[in-house]
């Protein structure tokens, strides 16, 4: 069975530093992962994905993710916080039959 | 905009009565995905439906049941309700594979007194 641990409720930076949200898997096939935003009141908004090829995966509004396989992670990175990017974070992992199994989420808080 | 809509965005109910979620997916997806957002139990699966037909069930209760029109769209119905089924009920849509990007729909918030 597939899931996702993400480590971090909430993780609080300053506006212009890094943000760094942590995801750990675990599948027993070749894992297909995302990151999904969740604004306030509103649906899930695809940041990116890993399929296959690249490890390095570049997504929209500057984030990025590295797919390490020996360390079954899957962080997303961006180098310099906005205000906007205050959010909730999902990470995911697609499970049998395509379903996306959701990690708990990270609540991305910005401060000026 | 991801192209799937939910309707309604909001809904209110009683205890013990049914209601009908509808969802249309974005243009050319077949498959049609149902989850469910609480605050104990997180994002979570219900259902998934590809081209008509039921595909994968997930934490689904035997109170719910969904359905794939032929013009693709899809109903999430929900009876019996109970307090706990207070939620957020999200609808994604993808073309089929596995790898593919799954569209979510912005959700329809059920709050049940």
């Known amino acids: 069975a597939q899931s996702v641990t993400q480590l971090g409720s909430h993780v609080s930076v300053s506006e212009g530093a890094l943000v760094l949200l942590r995801c750990n898997y675990s599948?027993?096939?070749?894992?297909?992962l995302f990151w999904y935003v969740q604004y306030p009141n509103q649906g899930l908004q695809l940041l990116l994905k890993?399929?296959?090829?690249?490890?390095l995966v570049k997504g929209i509004n500057g984030f990025e993710a590295e797919f390490k396989k020996s360390e079954t992670s899957f962080h997303l990175t961006k180098p310099s916080a906005h205000m906007s990017d205050a959010a909730e974070y999902f990470c995911a992992v697609i499970g049998g039959f395509q379903k996306l199994v959701f990690g708990t989420g990270t609540r991305l808080l910005v401060s000026p | 905009d991801s192209g799937v809509t939910q309707t309604p965005k909001h809904l209110i109910t009683a205890t013990g009565q049914r209601v009908t979620l509808r969802c249309s997916p974005r243009?050319?997806?077949?498959?049609v995905y149902w989850y469910q957002q609480s605050l104990d139990q997180g994002l979570q699966f219900l259902i998934q439906y590809y081209n008509g037909e039921e595909r994968a069930k997930g934490n689904i209760l035997e109170r719910f049941s969904a359905q794939q029109f032929p013009d693709l769209h899809s109903e999430l119905n929900l009876s019996s309700l109970e307090l706990g089924d207070s939620a957020l009920y999200f609808c994604a849509s993808s073309l089929s594979g596995r790898g593919d990007t799954q569209y979510f729909g912005p959700g329809t918030r059920l709050t049940v007194l």
């Open positions: 599948s027993s096939v070749p894992p297909y």
């Open positions: 243009s050319g997806d077949l498959s």
């Open positions: 890993y399929t296959t090829g690249a490890t």
